[in-house]
Each structure stands twice: as C-alpha cells, then as structure tokens.
Nanobody, 123 residues
Framework: QVQLVESGGGLVQAGGSLRLSCAAS????????MGWFRQAPGKERQFVAA????????TYVDSVKGRFTISRDNAKNTVYLQMSSLKPEDTAVYYC????????????????WGQGTQVTVSS
C-alpha cells in the first residue's frame, strides 16, 4: 500500500527556514512526479510545488517562488520542501502527494496523500 509520511513541520519565526520531508513507500518512487500542497484554516487546499520523477523539472506557486525549493532523493524515496524567508501567511498544514502522471497544480491529478505536517510561522 502506498504510504506518504511528512515530517519537519514546526514553529518558526518569520524570516526563518524549515525543511519538510516526505518519505514514500509502497510505490516505485522514482517513477512518479510528486507535489506539495498546503491548507490554511478557512482556505482551500493550495498547490505549492511539484517535481518531476527525475528531479529535472520543478514548478511553484507564485507566492513561494524564490523562497521555497522542492527536491527529491530517489535513493531515499524522499521528497523535500526547503522553505526560507518564511512568512506568517505560509502557516498551514503541508501535504505531499503522488501525481497520477505528469504533475499539475490540481489536486485531482494526485492520487495518494500524506497525513500532513503543521507549519506555523510566527511574527
């Protein structure tokens, strides 16, 4: 069974950095594009970033460009989200997800999800 487990969330001061990890099992990890989404209270789940199966292509929502970096280590079956220059508006539960095929910014393009990890950015 496919399992995605996020970790690395926590409380950080505005302007600080945090690295999220998503460990995958039950799938041929290197065969799939992966994405990160986030959901803040009262808001819809929002696409954050995605990465191709090889790591050669990435994409980001405009609000995090230049601040967040998605990467992956296929040898470790892990995808990362390095977050820097964090802002209070980045506060959310962050989820990693496996794409059905090529990545998109739509939730429906992803078929497996982790349980989420809380990121709280204080001012």
């Amino acid at each position: 069974q496919v399992q995605l487990v996020e970790s690395g969330g926590g409380l950080v001061q505005a302007g600080g950095s945090l690295r999220l990890s998503c460990a995958a099992s039950g799938l041929t990890f290197s065969s799939y594009d992966m994405g990160w989404f986030r959901q803040a209270p009262g808001k819809e789940r929002q696409f954050v970033a995605a990465i191709s199966w090889s790591g050669g292509r990435t994409t980001y929502v405009d609000s995090v460009k230049g601040r967040f970096t998605i990467s992956r280590d296929n040898a470790k079956n892990t995808v990362y989200l390095q977050m820097s220059s964090l802002k209070p508006e980045d506060t959310a539960v962050y989820y990693c997800a496996k794409a059905r095929g090529a990545y998109t910014n739509y939730e429906r393009s992803y078929d497996y999800w982790g349980q989420g990890t809380q990121v709280t950015v204080s001012s």
